[in-house]
């Protein structure tokens, strides 16, 4: 079985700030991790996901992520907040052929 | 270029009513999921497609959930007798072949998703 615990349900930073939004997980296999975003009244996008190999994954619009196994971690970073950043973000989990698994949630605000 | 495609995307049911909601993967991909998402939620996971055979329904909160996928590719979820706690946006999603597990391991491309409330 798996799980995902995003901590903070919401996250604010200045515009031009480092973001950082956490993610542990656990797992009963070695895991496959994804990083989501969803803006207002639209679906899921995939910004980042890892599988094997590289432990520091890069994804799109400035994202990337690190995983770390002895932390159980897969924090989402991005050196610099944009106006446009401003959404949901979502962290995933899935561990064999059934559906993924997601935390609650991080509403992440972009303060001007 | 065509994504996944959810309808409808607004439906309002009064309680007791049966629904259906339709999805339209990407043309060629195998593998088709349905979650549900309450507000202020994550995704939960409902039911997993690989072409015609569900291989997995066991995210399905009740016997009033059923879910098809007849030919392969557009997939319906019905809910049976709707009530007030099915309130929540349905979203589909579909993931091409690869030489990975399969299923949820590879890329998931979702739908806008379908909001229902049940009055």
């Known amino acids: 079985a798996q799980s995902v615990t995003q901590l903070g349900s919401h996250v604010s930073v200045s515009e031009g700030a480092l973001v950082l939004l956490r993610c542990n997980y656990s797992?009963?296999?070695?895991?496959?991790l994804f990083w989501y975003v969803q803006y207002p009244n639209q679906g899921l996008q995939l910004l980042l996901k890892y599988t094997t190999g590289a432990t520091l994954v890069k994804g799109i619009n400035g994202f990337e992520a690190e995983f770390k196994k002895s932390e159980t971690s897969f924090h989402l970073t991005k050196p610099s907040a944009h106006m446009s950043d401003a959404a949901e973000y979502f962290c995933?989990?899935?561990?064999?052929?059934?559906?993924?698994?997601f935390g609650k949630g991080t509403h992440l605000i972009i303060q001007p | 270029g065509a994504g996944v495609s959810q309808s409808p995307r607004y439906k309002v049911a009064k309680r007791g009513q049966d629904v259906a909601l339709r999805c339209d993967p990407i043309?060629?991909?195998?593998?088709l999921f349905w979650y549900q998402q309450a507000l202020g939620q994550g995704p939960e996971f409902l039911t997993y497609f690989q072409n015609e055979a569900q291989l997995d329904k066991s995210g399905l909160p009740s016997d009033r959930f059923f879910a098809e996928r007849p030919e392969g590719s557009v997939s319906t979820l019905k809910i049976q007798r709707t009530q007030q706690e099915d309130s929540a946006v349905y979203l589909c999603a579909s993931s091409p072949p690869s030489g990975g597990w399969g299923g949820s391991t590879d890329t998931q491309y979702f739908g806008p998703g379908t909001r229902l409330t049940v009055l």
């Open positions: 043309s060629g991909h195998v593998s």
């Open positions: 797992s009963s296999v070695p895991p496959y």
């Open positions: 995933a989990v899935v561990g064999g052929a059934d559906g993924l698994t």
